[in-house]
């Protein structure tokens, strides 16, 4: 199901912290939003999920506004995972999984529920830990189970639904960040349209069909991974050198962040097969 | 990566045999990867972990109804005047219309419809409607040590109360007991209320409740009750002064029956709220905002949350004073045993706090007999170091 976002503006303490951004997440397209920090990519995520209310502007999901659509139906229409998950009352990762059925059910879960369950637990290999309370598990596998509590929601959302990701690899290694990105992705090819906000811009070149670059609130660049990904783009952006080399397997962006201390100047373009390099 | 890993594992130990060493490779991935004590579920377990999660929670309330069920037969026999069981059985069966009343003791009856009765009654209710908002209360603001106390609902009734008997005393000296036993109840269910919706409007700015800012206010509020509370006793005359104290240390002394209608009501209707918005608690407990994510109304439950739960409270309070750390304890207590599930620890928690209430006033009017201990001290000095072993354990 289609996003749109219309000129959002947010502004706190007279401070813009998003800025006039306009974007469209098209049904099976997997974007990655990337951006320095306080860029303002977390607050653009709370105005897409309707947490915060745009000072102007309208996000609407499927041709209806967000403030039109009443907490359930929204809830049956995106999913989200946000930045910082905190459970109270050692919950296990089966209880906190099964609330993200909560949307679709009245108070008992029923046998497609189950299934969603057990495929997203099953998904990002977290059966194991069906009956183990949430803060018996490490960083990394509480964020997966939360990642399996997202993903469950989104199974059966109408029109594929809107998966907004907020940092999802934060504490995850490469594995099996690698795994939540393919989830992702295969949400995308239900018709979901997903946003993952991504530090790891190789990543993001890897993992994303569309790039999003947010600075000071405004976005600055869209477009495919390697018309984004340019040394000069990243370099004004980041304030931080960087050179773009092509990514042995799918030729894509490939970038490598530069000493900026360092005098020596910056290697030449490097050929395509450039293993020499590490 | 694993290459290293392994070889230098290999190189630290004996020569093996191949298959010593293919174990031993495994092993080093598998201890890697933190997949030897792990194994996969498959749906149908799945399946069956959720679907036994019902037959669990039928367990759990049909073994609390049954612990409700003793402890009021108990508490019903015991008392000033016993009443053995056959007696009882014998009573009831007269009830029914069935048998004689010859060979009974005298004023039996009397003793177990009006008076026994009545105030196991009335220990029930109030046990039950304790617990059950601690419960709630504890579940959406996701702090296990948020009781009713912390939204004012219980300064704002003591200080209804304490006016009733200081101020309105001047006013009525033959006291307010005698003109109408309705009125003390009736003023600290006001103030109950009325605290506790200046708490909510102070921590709430454009149709928002801030968690922080609502805490913060009760104590506030608490702090000025407390004060104000404090110019009534110091204007209070000794007789007064007594009453005063006495309100405040709780008490379930027989209420006159037709006043459990008024406890009974209010609870009733907030219990039956609390359950309905049991499964939204269970998103609060991810916290508000993935509650928020996940379609629950947020502003609206935790509305409900809190008048449902000071209704309870307030008319708990208003009829019995303060009976301390019901509220706290008992959620606490499950939800160690069964998990925080709301739809199981909000009926467990009203038959555990009906129970362990009841038991506590069966033990108030028995150990001093024939005087009455205050029922609040009870509960706070059983439930204290109750509390406090909790919390070292939790700490181990």
Redesign the interface.
């Known amino acids: 199901m289609d996003l749109q976002a219309e000129d959002l503006v947010l502004r706190r303490g007279g401070r813009a912290l998003v800025d006039g951004v306009s974007f469209e997440l098209a049904s099976g397209v997997v974007s990655a939003l990337v951006g320095p920090n306080g860029a303002g990519k977390s607050t653009l995520i709370a105005l897409l999920a309707g947490d915060e209310r745009p000072c102007r502007g309208v996000v609407s999901i499927g041709g209806a506004t967000l403030a039109s659509m009443r907490p359930r139906a929204l809830a049956r229409r995106r999913a989200l995972l946000p930045q910082q998950n905190a459970v109270s009352f050692s919950m296990t990762a089966l209880e906190v999984v099964l609330l993200g059925r909560y949307p679709y059910h009245e108070g008992i879960a029923g046998p497609a529920d189950r299934a969603a369950v057990w495929e997203a637990l099953d998904a990002v290999g977290m059966t194991w830990a069906a009956e183990v309370p949430l803060e018996r598990l490490s960083g990394g596998e509480q964020l997966r189970v939360q990642a399996a509590r997202v993903f469950a929601q989104s199974v059966g959302a109408e029109g594929g639904g809107v998966l907004l990701l907020d940092e999802p690899t934060a504490s995850l290694d490469v594995a099996h960040a690698a795994l939540v990105l393919r989830l992702a992705r295969s949400a995308a090819a239900r018709g979901a349209a997903v946003l993952v906000v991504l530090h790891d811009l190789n990543l993001a070149a890897r993992s994303a069909d569309n790039i999003l670059l947010l600075a000071q609130g405004r976005l600055i660049a869209t477009g495919s991974p390697a018309a984004v990904f340019t040394e000069r783009l990243i370099a004004t952006t980041w304030g931080h050198p960087v050179a773009i080399l092509v990514h042995p397997q799918d030729q894509g962006p490939l970038v490598v962040p530069l000493d900026p201390l360092a005098s020596h100047p910056i290697a030449p373009p490097t050929p395509p097969n450039a293993q020499v390099m590490s | 990566m694993s290459r290293p890993l392994a070889a230098s594992s290999l190189s630290s130990s004996q020569p093996k045999s191949g298959w010593a060493r293919s174990m031993q490779l495994w092993r080093a991935f598998a201890s890697r990867h933190g997949e030897s004590d ?6 149908a ?3 069956h ?2 679907e036994g999660r ?1 037959g669990w929670h039928l367990l759990v309330l049909a073994l609390l109804t049954m612990l409700c069920a003793v402890v009021c037969v108990v508490a019903t026999s015991h008392g000033a005047v016993s009443l053995p069981y056959d007696t009882l059985l014998r009573l009831l069966a007269l009830k029914l219309g069935v048998g004689s009343p010859d060979a009974l003791p005298a004023a039996a009856e009397a003793i177990l419809w009006s008076i026994r009765i009545p105030r196991v009654v009335m220990a029930l209710l109030v046990g039950a409607g304790l617990a059950m908002a601690g419960a709630a209360l504890q ?1 959406i603001f ?3 040590l948020a009781d009713p106390g912390l939204i004012g609902v219980s300064s704002g009734a003591a200080l209804g109360a304490v006016f009733t008997i200081v101020g309105l005393g001047w006013l009525l000296p033959q006291g307010t007991t005698a003109v109408a036993p309705w009125l003390l109840p009736a003023v600290a269910f006001c103030g109950g209320g009325a605290t506790t919706w200046v708490v909510y409007r102070l921590a709430t700015r454009d149709g928002r409740t801030d968690v922080a800012t609502l805490l913060l206010a009760g104590i506030a509020i608490n702090a000025i009750s407390g004060a104000l509370l404090g110019v009534l006793i110091f204007l209070a005359d000794d007789a007064q002064l007594r009453s005063v104290t006495l309100w405040m240390l709780g008490s379930l002394a027989s209420p006159p029956s037709q006043l459990l209608l008024w406890v009974g009501v209010p609870i009733a209707v907030g219990a039956t709220l609390l359950v309905r918005h ?2 939204a608690l ?2 609060f ?3 508000e ?2 509650a ?7 502003g609206a439950t935790r509305r409900t949350v809190v008048v449902a739960s000071s209704l309870m409270v307030g008319a708990a309070v208003a009829f019995t004073g303060i009976i301390g750390f019901v509220g706290l304890v008992v959620p606490h207590l499950l ?1 160690l045993i069964v ?3 709301h ?1 199981l620890l909000l009926p467990a928690s009203a038959l555990l706090g009906a129970a362990l209430l009841t038991f506590a006033d069966l033990l108030a009017r028995t150990i001093a007999a024939p005087m009455e201990v205050p029922i609040g001290i009870l509960t706070s000095l059983v439930g204290g170091p109750f509390f406090l072993a909790l919390l070292l354990r939790a700490r181990r």
């Open positions: 792990r194994y996969q579920r498959s749906r377990d799945i399946d972990l959720v019902r579940g996701r702090n296990p049991a499964e269970n998103a407990l991810l916290g905002r993935q928020g994510h996940l379609g629950v109304d947020v939800r998990g925080p599930d739809r």
